[in-house]
């Protein structure tokens, strides 16, 4: 994958039809469904530590997939993995097979500025630029060479309102991002991922700093959001993860006998309503009904 290849040319996987059996890691899914992401044995290092290890399952298109599960199993570590987020990082690696429709997304010939292009990523608290709510959504296309200003324009518009914010912010694109509210903040955020156009959008605890009215906003905007792209989210909150992900990841945090330290596994992986109302590992249950975590 280098920045000269199209979208359109990156084969689509598909997933075998009704794989997996349960707590595999490869929830049931319909015949053909698009495979986006597919893991097999995926573990991330931060020098000699193993932050989490084993984990197989394939996350497919135009879906919510949540990752659940106590702190320090290996969520946001994973889900940092997913667009190449650890390149930056000294001493930190991702081994096992982490394929991007087919292609391996660490492979010498991909390239990571591509990569985040195609997969984006929004932060646990808000980050917008110390810019204008117009250029914080113009930013991107920028970068990427957009330069005519109806193009621009219309990037603008169409995020914003993707992101449910046009009409709050419409009449005030000149103003500072930073004198928004936390949750128009997000939205921003959320707008400036999509302005570029990525197949899939990586949220970490998108809603953790926020109040549950604009919570429950962004949730509503994440429904939408799907019919256009993928979405994969790591969140604390699993009355949220039942509410808005079509499919639920549990991690949890067990010693290595490798290095004799507690690491981040997958236990269980499926259809969401299944995790929360019939999960098939204790461990799993244990988690959702609170006896631990």
Known sequence: MTADDSHDDIPVQRAAPRIGHRGSGDPQVAIDTPVVFDLEDVAVYYGAFRAVRGVAMKVLKN???????????????????????????????????LQYHGIDLYGPQVSATEVRRRIGMVFQKPNPFPKSIYDNVAFGPRVNGTKNKIELDAIVEKSLRAAALWDEVKDRLGSSALGMSGGQQQRLCIARTIAVEPEVVLMDEPCSALDPIATARIEELMRELKSRFTIVIVTHNMQQAARVSDRTAFFTAELDSANDRRTGILVEYDVTQKIFSNPSDERTENYITGRFG
Do not use: E, Y
């Open 63 to 97: 879906q919510i997939t949540a990752l659940i599960g106590p702190s320090g199993c290996g969520k946001t570590t994973l889900l940092r993995a997913f667009n190449r987020m650890h390149d930056v990082i000294p001493g930190a690696r991702v081994t096992g097979k």
